[in-house]
């Protein structure tokens, strides 16, 4: 894994993504909230209580994401009224749970940032909307850049666009866009590829089925997870059925918590609590019968058995042919001390 600095960590709200930091985990409600106040707050507390850092939701029109009128009439049904951007803002606030969404149009930017939110999202489908990047990119907030079908060029004209405008606070994410995504085609390794070739924090927008991905991309170095969130994968809806439910949210958010510690640093030591398994999984050299005083060791009256208290089986070619100082009986162990 390529070393990233401290330099590319950065500060969302309260939280510093990036090096060496916990994952921060971003529950994708999106469309899931079915056109519906209530659930959309169900949304923001379940998430809350499941312990993820985020709530994320999508700002779009029907008719300015799609010039279909029968997709615009499907899509107008799942469409995050705007009106409720203050409430649900203040409510997450409420419940500790930092708020977030995908705004899909200028409009819908300038509203985000009226309210405060801590980071804007970029979908994967915007990546080359030079001008809707340019708008986010001015409110100078950290940026999730999506890179969905994307190709480094096409990356790196988002990037020095973003940029452009002053703002080098950007979040790669890496994901397949296909929902659900097979995990054969999800290629953990371009995480590390994107950290390498642009030297940004990258994370990972997962799309596949369950959690194990999501928790192997902590493995590989990502420093975001977004992963989308139902509260009942059985309703009817955009994004529900490929959507993890709130105790597959929990149970994630747990098992990162723990790959992260079990990450370690790298620096072998011996630990309190293996001294005990050093002591009586180790062996030593034992008599395997008595040893009269003043013989000559042979292979013969050596074995090589548990516990550790004796001299250590590296030394074993040491030991034979030494002559006993005392008596030593069969089953006792051989110490530096008995031979000389």
Same mark, same amino acid.
């Given at each position: 894994?390529?070393?990233?600095?401290?330099?590319?960590?950065?500060?969302?709200?309260?939280?510093?993504?990036?090096?060496?930091?916990?994952?921060?985990?971003?529950?994708? =409600?999106?469309? #899931?909230? #079915?056109?519906?106040?209530?659930?959309?707050?169900?949304?923001?507390?379940?998430?809350?209580?499941?312990?993820?850092?985020?709530? $994320?939701? &999508?700002?779009?029109?029907?008719?300015?994401?799609?010039?279909?009128?029968?997709? &615009? &009439?499907?899509?107008? +049904?799942?469409?995050?009224?705007?009106?409720?951007?203050?409430?649900?803002?203040?409510?997450?606030?409420? +419940?500790?749970?930092?708020?977030? =969404?995908?705004?899909?149009?200028?409009? =819908?930017?300038?509203?985000?940032?009226?309210?405060?939110?801590?980071?804007?999202? %970029?979908?994967?489908?915007?990546?080359?909307?030079?001008?809707?990047?340019?708008?986010?990119?001015?409110?100078?907030?950290?940026?999730?850049?999506?890179?969905?079908?994307?190709?480094?060029?096409?990356?790196?004209? =988002?990037?020095?666009?973003?940029? !452009?405008?002053?703002?080098?606070?950007?979040?790669?994410?890496?994901?397949?866009?296909?929902?659900?995504?097979?995990?054969?085609?999800?290629?953990?390794?371009?995480?590390? $590829?994107?950290?390498?070739?642009?030297?940004?924090? %990258?994370?990972?927008?997962?799309?596949?089925?369950?959690?194990?991905?999501?928790?192997?991309?902590?493995?590989?170095?990502? %420093?975001?997870?977004?992963?989308?969130?139902?509260?009942?994968?059985?309703?009817?809806?955009?994004?529900?059925?490929?959507?993890?439910?709130?105790?597959?949210?929990?149970?994630?958010?747990?098992?990162?918590?723990?790959?992260?510690?079990? $990450?370690?640093?790298?620096? *072998?030591?011996?630990?309190?609590?293996?001294?005990?398994?050093?002591?009586?999984?180790? *062996? !030593?050299?034992?008599?395997?019968?008595?040893?009269?005083?003043?013989?000559?060791?042979?292979?013969?009256?050596? $074995?090589?058995?548990?516990?550790?208290?004796?001299?250590?089986?590296?030394?074993?070619?040491? %030991?034979?042919?030494?002559?006993?100082?005392?008596?030593? +009986?069969?089953?006792?162990?051989?110490?530096?001390?008995?031979?000389?």
């Amino acid at each position: 894994m390529a070393k990233i600095s401290k330099r590319n960590n950065i500060t969302i709200g309260n939280r510093v993504v990036g090096y060496h930091k916990p994952c921060f985990i971003i529950a994708e =409600a999106g469309s #899931n909230h #079915n056109g519906d106040f209530k659930m959309a707050k169900k949304l923001i507390s379940t998430a809350a209580e499941m312990g993820a850092d985020a709530i $994320k939701f &999508q700002l779009f029109t029907a008719d300015g994401l799609s010039s279909d009128r029968k997709v &615009q &009439q499907i899509l107008k +049904k799942y469409e995050f009224k705007r009106e409720w951007l203050f409430s649900l803002k203040k409510y997450a606030d409420s +419940k500790r749970i930092m708020f977030l =969404a995908t705004p899909f149009d200028e409009e =819908a930017v300038d509203l985000l940032g009226n309210v405060g939110v801590a980071a804007f999202k %970029v979908a994967s489908g915007d990546l080359n909307y030079l001008e809707l990047l340019k708008f986010v990119a001015k409110k100078k907030k950290p940026i999730f850049l999506s890179v969905g079908m994307a190709a480094d060029t096409e990356i790196n004209e =988002a990037i020095d666009t973003i940029r !452009s405008e002053g703002n080098n606070e950007i979040i790669l994410l890496h994901c397949i866009s296909d929902y659900p995504a097979s995990p054969e085609y999800v290629n953990l390794l371009r995480i590390e $590829k994107l950290r390498n070739k642009f030297s940004l924090p %990258v994370g990972f927008s997962d799309h596949t089925l369950g959690i194990h991905i999501s928790l192997s991309s902590v493995c590989f170095g990502a %420093v975001v997870i977004e992963k989308h969130f139902t509260l009942n994968r059985k309703l009817h809806g955009l994004d529900h059925s490929f959507a993890i439910e709130p105790p597959e949210l929990q149970a994630m958010v747990k098992f990162v918590r723990e790959i992260e510690v079990a $990450k370690g640093d790298g620096i *072998r030591r011996l630990l309190k609590c293996e001294e005990k398994g050093l002591f009586l999984g180790r *062996r !030593s050299i034992f008599a395997r019968r008595d040893i009269i005083k003043n013989s000559f060791i042979s292979e013969d009256d050596l $074995k090589v058995v548990r516990p550790c208290i004796g001299i250590s089986p590296k030394f074993y070619s040491q %030991v034979v042919g030494k002559k006993s100082r005392q008596t030593i +009986k069969s089953g006792e162990p051989i110490t530096w001390g008995k031979i000389g």
